[in-house]
Each structure stands twice: as structure tokens, then as C-alpha cells.
């Protein structure tokens, strides 16, 4: 096993590469790779999969011992390159911390976002950025993520509604609004109060304020994430052995809500359901990443072809299309300029197609992964063999691209039900 167990990457620099993902999962493997591409990335650093394995044969404690040194240097390397400070109260740097096992199961694991808050920290990163709706929106969604998941506040029956998703719709209501993000500051900020009182309520814990404290907490449930029952079951269903453990990427935080300027997205460089050699994807004007999948806003398509498709098929008008849903393309030309050489770029790299997300922080884009993206049977057979007449891979490598399950699931004879 290598002694060495935290990676780090940021600034056009990586210790690991595209072929450690035994050792950094996917996401650590390719966010070093992005990062030596120059592809922009937030700066971070993985902590390996030997890890996970480690923390389930030695424990929590002994795994924080065994890492500490190396990732409190590991959070002074993105202090630097992010020139801001881990728990500061004057010029405050927030991390993500997310799973990555070596195969992709999308959803399985849990993802924590704005961590390092708490209510000093906010004061002052409301004094640096002039936009106290935005902190307490960010706020509001941490104390949110970090009681699910580090602090394992669930609903008490699996078919009741989210014990903090309930608290939000209350608020909501007495207001009379309809979407989180036209709930007040005072609103936001009584979110937090209320999420943090019902966790001590639920769980009997009190909200950590120390942000190492939150951190190593954040670290230990992506860990403990590897053995939750949607995941097993996932490796299960794909044939992934257990002892592959996940990897923790550890990254600063760029935020897709601090305002119009601000977006977040996922894309993907072909068409994942026919294969169509198409860029496509959605995105949210002032938002976070899991708002796009939350099913609570509409999102807009990434290409004006897609919105164009997307208006025709859900009977909307081109005018008002362009009103209340115009692509990234015509809301946000140079940017989507941006994504689209880099998606391209990915593609040409990875030889494959890729699914990415990104968000945009007041008009610079990021990149937060990349992978190699899930396909139906009909899109995998066409896209190996577009890809092989474009001289990007091989023959060799066209078939191995074509999994059985997925020939079979393209084979099977389809019924249409007729009334």
C-alpha cells in the first residue's frame, strides 16, 4: 500500500493523473487530469481510496490521526492559491468535499457544499462580498446537507417528506412565495436557526461551528457513504467489489448563486439517449449544483438547438421561449463559448463522451468534473462507431466499448402498447 495519502492539485498542477484511479477515483483522477490539460479548476486535493479501506479496518479516530498532518497542509495549499483563509472570519475560503470511487455511481454517495460556515464566518463573508442573500442562501443549504448527511438527520418514515424540506415549505407558506431563492435574508437566516434547532432536537447533537471540526466530520461520512445501502446495492447491480472504497476530493468553493452572472450546469459532449454527435446540457441561472437535479426550477438548455427542441416539444412560443427560458448560448455568449472549447477539448482528450458539470462565478467559468459518460444501447453502439470514423479510437476499442448488457437491452424486441 503507498504511504502516500493525500494528492494535490490547482493552478495548472496535479501529483496525480488520469491513470491513478485505483488510487484517486475517478473524479481525483480527472480533476488532476483537467488540471493538467488547463482546464480551470478549483484547487484541492483527494484523499485515496486506501483510505476508506483504512478508516473500516482502524476506525475514525485513528484515520484522523493518521491524516491530519497531511491535510491540514493540504488546506493551507488552497488557502494559498485561493489567497483566503479556512475559518477566517475576515477573508473566509469555503471547500465541497466529495466521494469519487474508481467506477462511477453517479448518486450513490454523498456530496457536502459551502463548508465552513458558521455564524461569524458569515458576518464576515458578508462584509467581503457586499451580498448577505447569497451567504445566507449558501448557509442555509450547508446547515442543510451536513445535518443529512454527516449528521444523519432523515426523515422517520421513508415516504414522509424531508424533515428540512418541511421546515422550508412552512416558511414559504407564511411568506407566500413559491421559490428558496425569494425567501428574505431575515428568512434565510431564520432557515439556519430552525435547521439547527431540529437537528439537536432529531439527533441530540449540536451543529459543529468549528470548521476543521466540520471538515473532518464531512471527510469521515464520505467514508462511511461507501457502505450505505444505495451504494451497495448499486455495486451489487454493477458488479464493483466492496474493497474498492472511494476516494474524498476536498476542493474550494465557487459559488453558481452570487447573483445573475452566476450559473451552474451539467453537459454532456454527445447525446446520451441516441448518440447524436450534439453538445447538449442544462443550466441554472443563481444556483447550486443539486438545484438542477432538485426538479424545484425549470432548467435552461446549454445550446440555443436544445432550446429550440425542448420550447417545441413543451408547446412553448419562440417568444416566450427567448423571454423566460433563452439557452446559455443567447443569455450568456462568451461563456457558452468557453464551455463549448473545453467540452470539445475534454472529448478530444478522453477520446469518449464526456458528462461534465461546471458552475460560473460571476463571469468565470469552472470546471468541477468530468467523466466519461452513461449511455443508452442504441447511443453506445453509435457513438463508438462515430468515434472510430472520426479516427478518435480504434476498432479494437469501437467493440470493447459496446458492453453486452447494454447490446442486449438494444436487441430485445420492443412492444408498443396500443389502446
Known sequence: MSQKRVYLFGNGKAEGNAQMREELGGKGANLAEMNLIGVPVPPGFTITTDCCNEYYQVGQQKIMELLNDDVMAAVKHIEGLMNSKFGDKENP??????????????????????????????????????????????????????GDVVLEMKPVNKEDIDPFEEIIEKVKAERGVKLDKDLSVDELKKLVQLFKAAIKERTGKDFPNDPIEQLWGAICAVFRSWMNERAILYRKMEGIPDEWGTAVSVMAMVFGNMGDTSATGVCFSRDAANGENVFNGEYLVNAQGEDVVAGIRTPQQITKLGSQRWAERAGISEEERVAKYPSMEEAMPEIYQQLNGIQEKLEEHYRDMQDMEFTVQEGKLWFLQTRNGKRTGAAMVKIAIDLLHEGKIDEKTAIQRCEPQKLDELLHPVFERRH
Do not use: C, W
Request: charged share 20%; aromatic share 10%; proline share 4%.
Open 93 to 146: 475560503l469555503l471547500v465541497s468535499v466529495r466521494s469519487g470511487a474508481r467506477a462511477s455511481m453517479p448518486g450513490m454517495m454523498d456530496t457536502i457544499l459551502n463548508l465552513g460556515l458558521n455564524d461569524e464566518v458569515a458576518e464576515g463573508m458578508v462584509k467581503k462580498t457586499n451580498n448577505p442573500h447569497f451567504v445566507y442562501d449558501s448557509y442555509r443549504r450547508f446547515v442543510q446537507m451536513y
